[in-house]
């Protein structure tokens, strides 16, 4: 079992990210809470040690992800939340950013969590792939798709 320097430590680096996670997943915070609470008590319960900080910040999306989906298939729902409540539950965001987190959040499963690994935690597709444990043409492809269908929706260009 790891210690509470460990576990403060790893809330501390990881916290926000698991909650972006969830939110963008579970779309209310109530959920989020409820997985984040449970990845943290995977990785206090969790007995094997880290290669880097890299690998860790890895496991955490990974086991983030994987609660979100077993959550969702658990609860066999999926509500959308008005960008009105999701304004409420967090940072106030300008127009243009409240578009793109609408179009972001209507992408199917497999272009969201690309995207959000891609653009928010910075994730080359060779690291997601590994993260997701598929083939890393796979998430070419995937990031592709995605940034295609956000061209479609948004206008202009998507790098």
Not at 138 to 149: D, G, P
Request: charge should be negative; proline fraction near 1%; charged fraction near 35%.
């Amino acid at each position: 079992m790891k210690s509470d320097e460990d576990l403060s430590r790893a809330m501390e680096a990881y916290a926000d990210m698991v909650r972006r996670i969830c939110f963008v997943h579970l779309k209310n915070k109530y959920d989020t809470e409820d997985i984040f609470q449970n990845v943290y008590l995977k990785y206090l319960l969790h007995e094997k040690t880290f290669e880097s900080n890299e690998h860790e910040k890895a496991w955490f999306a990974r086991v983030t992800i994987n609660a979100c989906k077993d959550q969702l298939r658990y609860l066999s729902r999926r509500k959308w939340v008005s960008l009105e409540a999701f304004g409420e539950e967090s940072v106030v965001l300008d127009e243009q950013s409240k578009e793109i987190l609408e179009v972001v959040l209507k992408l199917p499963e497999k272009y969201r969590n690309v995207i959000y690994l891609f653009y928010y935690e910075e994730y080359s597709a060779v690291e997601i792939a590994k993260i997701l444990g598929k083939k890393e043409n796979t998430i070419y492809t995937w990031l592709s798709r995605a940034k295609e269908i956000l061209r479609e929706k948004l206008g202009g260009e998507w790098s």
